[in-house]
Antibody
């Protein structure tokens, strides 16, 4: 059974940093692109980052480019999101997601809440 | 950036009713993918590559479309189908989602 379990969320002040983790199990992690998708309270879904199988390629929308860094450790079946210079508009539930056989997300974690507030 | 516009924003359907949700793209995309999100839960892949049902999705659901116009259809609405449905395009970065259609049971 595919499982994605996020951790590392919490309350953080604007301008500070936070690192999210996602522990994957139930599939060969190194064979799949992985991603982060977020959802602000009562809002829709927003793609945040994608990383290739080896980690050599990463992709971001302009809203987080230069502030967020996605990475992975295939030996540990783990995905990470380093978030720097956090803003109030980064407040959201962050989901770890597995990219399927195409550019869609076939499995999602339960999500972790990040609140950016002073 | 490809903007996805979903309609309606909210709708209510009676059990047994046929339901059609629409997603329009600002530029042509190769495929559309759909997710179901029930209240308080994580999104689930529902339909991928326009018309393929994800594992476990009832066959009363179907997807269709091409170019800039796509739809998700429920042949006969059931109580468990009440949720928010999001479309998503993967044809170009940034990957984008529609703003969702909230489907309620009448």
């Amino acid at each position: 059974e595919v499982q994605l379990v996020e951790s590392g969320g919490g309350l953080v002040q604007p301008g500070r940093s936070l690192k999210l983790s996602c522990a994957a199990s139930g599939f060969t992690f190194s064979n799949y692109y992985m991603a982060w998708v977020r959802q602000a309270p009562k809002k829709g879904l927003e793609w945040v980052a994608t990383i290739s199988t080896s980690g050599s390629r990463t992709y971001y929308p302009d809203s987080v480019k230069g502030r967020f860094t996605i990475s992975r450790d295939n030996a540990k079946s783990s995905l990470y999101l380093q978030m720097n210079s956090l803003k109030s508009e980064d407040t959201a539930t962050y989901y770890c997601a597995r990219r399927g056989t195409g550019p869609f997300f076939d499995y999602w974690g339960q999500g972790v809440m990040v609140t950016v507030s002073s | 950036e490809i903007v996805l516009t979903q309609s309606p924003t909210t709708m209510a359907a009676s059990p047994g009713e046929k339901v059609t949700l629409t997603c329009r793209a600002s530029s042509s995309v190769s495929y559309m993918h759909w997710y179901q999100q029930r209240s308080g839960a994580s999104p689930k892949l529902w339909i991928y590559e326009t018309s393929k049902l994800a594992s476990g999705v009832p066959n009363r659901f179907s997807g269709s479309g091409s170019g800039t116009s796509y739809s998700l259809t429920i042949n006969s609405m059931e109580t468990e189908d009440a949720a928010t449905y999001y479309c998503q395009q993967g044809s170009s970065y940034p990957l984008t989602f529609g703003s969702g259609t909230k489907l309620e049971i009448k």
